[in-house]
């Protein structure tokens, strides 16, 4: 079955303790990204990858790192977590640069940080 | 400026009948793609539907079109023939730039469908 995997799915963690959510999709897309969802903001763009050790910072990168050392894999990782990155993280794949197949969601990582 | 303006927070449609979901965008550039995504109360994003900006026709995929006013910069959702499974929150999303690979969501419409 195609698709975009993301875990944990829910993490709780203490302030600066380091945690990595994974993303891998098998759908052998090059585009893939990262986005939190907050109430009343909608999802914002974290980072996105075009290919292979190809990243770029979207529109809330301050906090975050990722790498894309393999096509199906992306994660996110938080050095140094604070409460403010409480949040549901999505990451997606599409199949084109333009996504006019549509970008792939996965489940999505619900992460609390106290 | 915000990129991407959804202003109904919540709408109710009765069963059966159809329903428009207002989305306003905001680029200067010429090539950009936009796409509506529905996302149940199980969390996940389920993508409906897309259109370019240079595409002549408003995009169709079953129930669900895409009212596209390229001059008022407007891409409405309407879905018609409203189902209870069709209940959720429905995000307006751009892609901007031919090269540019930044993506914008609007806060989304939570749609009540009522029986």
């Known amino acids: 079955e195609a698709q975009v995997t993301q875990n944990p799915r829910y993490l709780i963690t203490v302030t600066g303790k380091k945690l990595t959510v994974t993303c891998s999709q098998n759908m052998n897309h090059e585009y893939m990204s990262w986005y939190r969802q907050d109430p009343g903001l909608g999802l914002r763009q974290i980072y996105y990858?075009?290919?292979?050790?190809?990243?770029d910072k979207g529109d809330v990168p301050e906090g975050y790192k990722v790498s894309r050392k393999e096509k199906r894999n992306f994660p996110l990782i938080l050095e140094s977590p604070s409460p403010n990155q409480t949040s549901l993280y999505f990451c997606a794949s599409s199949q084109t640069r333009l996504g006019a197949d549509g970008y792939t969601f996965g489940s999505g990582t619900r992460l609390t940080v106290v | 400026a915000q990129k991407i303006t959804q202003t109904q927070p919540g709408m109710f449609v009765q069963e059966k009948e159809a329903v428009t979901l207002d989305c306003t965008y905001d680029?200067?550039?010429?090539?950009?793609?936009l796409f509506w995504y529905k996302q149940p109360s199980s969390g996940e994003m389920i993508f409906l539907i897309y259109q370019g900006s240079y595409d002549q026709q408003n995009a169709t995929e079953g129930r669900y079109s895409l009212n596209f006013q390229k001059a008022r910069k407007s891409a409405n959702l309407v879905i018609s023939a409203s189902q209870l499974g069709d209940s959720a929150m429905y995000f307006c999303?751009?892609?901007?730039?031919?090269?540019?690979?930044?993506?914008?969501f609007g806060t989304g419409t939570s749609l009540t469908v009522i029986p």
């Open positions: 680029t200067s550039d010429p090539s950009y793609g």
């Open positions: 999303a751009m892609r901007e730039g031919a090269t540019g690979n930044q993506f914008y």
């Open positions: 990858s075009m290919n292979v050790e190809v990243t």
